[in-house]
């Protein structure tokens, strides 16, 4: 697949068909993702809810609820597929290779253990420190996350914390194993603005620090445009549209993107109304035959209800799937499927 | 802490000074005395009985004379037997917190395992098996229940003796008694375990690469354990002071038996001892449960 004696990359999605057992039918929540994340790159997985983004997410750590699995696909961590992993070896990855922080931290951490405790569990767990150097470095990183007077918090229970405390002592928590990826699953949208730039830029810092991967899942664009080298548009469990923040906020070309971007206010232009996209997310258990935005779409052709769009190169870095790009030519070239 | 618990000793104090007021008026309102049944009494035997006992009296000054010598600890003797209370109730409830206790524990261990165990294996078989037995035990009154043992243990397998001295004697009554709160527990550790599976916390620990056994026992158990603790105090308090029916089918002297044959004899002093004891004891169980709770969930604030 790739050639000899280049490194693999870090993580390799190909693929991907994660869905849910649900009494009312297997509910396909995510369909055919492909994407690679290099080490010390910060991607963006961005789409609305039920769009199969943070189930994206749960699929890579397998911390999916029971009646979800992955139905094909491989998931390629240094070029080893972690799809086949025992439970063993997937406690290994988890954390140690991969860490993960939750949309809400006020319910995320645990509240009958100390903060200590659960920072010092995930150290304890894929190192053979002691106790006591485990408090150490559990100190160490509650300073690292910008924590203030650290010997008291580690004592202190998760309800003794304000929200964007939590979230910095998931992210002391996600980081004590020195993880080389990140997934912040929409890390910031139970806090307050003030505190989200801080998380925010605590992440980049960390990253810089530790040369670290991130894959950030979120459903706020801005978080994204500030984030991420490389932006993701899923809709309907599939991928529309991929590129850099400058191919994805000034040359959309998928028309769910240009929609999602028309429903967002602009400092520049404040007098323009906001457009929201009309109609609801789709039904995940009915999925239709051709593309999955197109009830919704204003451009909708014939096609759109037939075919699924194939994934179109429009610019070196730049992907979409959009029968729109077809119509009026807007492609360098159709994708090697076998690249 | 302190002022807390100074707090709930004296209001415990004042519930306990209520519910001997309602038990004494409520004992006197009803029509008949102590004296009644024997036929054998004359009326001048009666009214002598009644003036050394203070029955004479109206009964207020009859209540204020008794708080007093409780007060000093003296709970007066049967009217019955002419036995001293306090030995009597002590004696009774050595035997009934016996099976109690160990009811208790059996109830306890048995119910958060089988609770755990059916939550885990969630509408599997072993789920269901226990879900089953949880309904059967818990609908089944103990007398039946208590009455079966019997006839099976006892008179067609003889494992067991039907009465004797010795301690597999205890046997019975203890599964007797333990049966209902078992099931009970059980039912309460499976919802709140599963409950406390479906967090978010849960979610996160396993995200740290947490072994899944080490997931249930230290994150989840412990949350789901909560609310089987404030079950518990209320329930020792019950299970602890003896229960009339397997105490009387088991033919043991405990606590339970004490009340109610206190009670059909009009044995007044024994009646407030008993009631007072048992109050006491409630109020305890659920001031532990409470201090219990607070050690267990940091959450929760007394005072």
């Not at chain 1, 650290?150 to 910095?168: F, N, T, V």
Request: charged residues 20%; glycine residues 6%.
């Amino acid at each position: 697949m790739e050639e000899k004696g280049k490194k693999p990359p870090l993580l390799q999605v190909i693929d991907l068909h994660t869905s849910f057992t649900t009494d009312n039918g297997e509910v396909l929540a995510v369909n055919g993702v492909n994407f690679t994340l290099e080490e010390g790159k910060t991607l963006g997985i961005v789409g609305e809810s039920g769009s199969g983004k943070s189930v994206t997410a749960y699929s890579i750590m397998q911390i999916l609820e029971k009646n979800g699995h992955i139905t094909e696909g491989q998931i390629l961590f240094q070029g080893e597929d972690i799809t086949h992993y025992s439970p063993k070896q997937m406690n290994v990855f988890r954390g140690h290779k991969c860490a993960i922080i939750f949309q809400d931290p006020m319910t995320s951490l645990n509240p009958v253990y100390t903060v200590g405790n659960q920072i010092e569990e995930a150290i304890l767990i894929h190192s053979d420190k002691s106790k006591s150097e485990a408090r150490a470095a559990a100190l160490e990183m509650l300073r690292l996350v910008g924590i203030n007077d650290a010997e008291r918090r580690i004592k202190q229970y998760p309800h003794e914390l304000s929200g964007g405390m939590r979230q910095r002592v998931m992210i002391a928590m996600a980081l004590a194993s020195e993880p080389s990826i990140l997934i912040a699953d929409e890390p910031t949208t139970a806090l307050d603005v003030t505190i989200q730039a801080q998380i925010l830029e605590l992440m980049q810092e960390l990253q810089r620090k530790l040369n670290m991967a991130i894959i950030i899942v979120t459903h706020d664009l801005g978080v994204i445009a500030q984030m991420a080298d490389e932006i993701v548009v899923m809709y309907g469990g599939r991928i529309c549209e991929r590129g850099t923040a400058d191919d994805i906020f000034y040359r959309p070309a998928h028309e769910y993107t240009k929609g999602l971007l028309r429903s967002i206010p602009r400092v520049d232009n404040m007098k323009e109304k906001l457009i929201p996209i009309g109609g609801n997310p789709i039904n995940l258990l009915n999925m239709p035959k051709g593309c999955a935005f197109c009830a919704r779409c204003d451009e909708a052709m014939k096609i759109c209800i037939d075919e699924v769009p194939p994934e179109l190169r429009i610019h070196d870095t730049h992907l979409a799937s959009c029968w729109m790009n077809v119509k009026n030519q807007n492609y360098m070239e159709v994708p090697d499927k076998d690249e | 802490m302190t002022k807390y618990l100074i707090k709930r000793i004296l209001l415990a104090v004042l519930s306990v000074f209520v519910i001997c007021l309602i038990t004494f008026f409520a004992m006197n309102a009803v029509p008949g005395g102590p004296f009644n049944s024997e036929k054998a009494l004359s009326e001048a035997t009666k009214a002598a009985l009644e003036k050394r006992y203070n029955l004479d009296k109206p009964v207020i000054q009859q209540f204020f004379l008794y708080l007093g010598n409780i007060l000093h600890g003296d709970f007066g003797v049967s009217l019955k037997t002419g036995r001293d209370i306090s030995g009597t109730i002590l004696e009774c409830f050595k035997v009934s917190a016996t099976i109690g206790g160990l009811a208790a524990l059996f109830a306890v261990i048995i119910g958060v395992v089988l609770g755990a165990i059916a939550a885990l294996f969630r509408n599997r078989w072993p789920d269901r098996l226990i879900v089953f037995l949880t309904t059967l035990f818990t609908a089944m009154p103990s007398f039946v229940f208590a009455t079966f043992l019997l006839m099976i243990f006892c008179i067609q397998l003889k494992l067991l003796p039907v009465w004797d001295a010795s301690s597999k004697s205890l046997v019975l009554p203890v599964v007797a008694l333990a049966a209902y709160p078992t099931a009970y527990i059980t039912r309460l550790t499976k919802s709140s375990m599963l409950d406390a599976l479906s967090q978010d916390y849960i979610r996160t620990a396993r995200s740290k690469g947490v072994p899944t056994i080490k997931v249930i026992f230290k994150h989840a158990l412990r949350n789901a354990l909560i609310p089987v603790i404030t079950y518990i105090g209320p329930m020792l308090a019950y299970i602890l002071t003896g229960s009339l029916v397997v105490e009387n089918i088991f033919t043991i002297g405990g606590l339970g038996q004490q009340f109610v044959k206190s009670i059909t004899n009009r044995d007044y002093p024994m009646i407030m001892a008993t009631t007072i004891f048992l109050a006491v004891i409630m109020v305890v169980m659920n001031l532990l449960s409470d201090i219990m709770y607070k050690v267990v969930d940091p959450r929760i604030k007394l005072d």
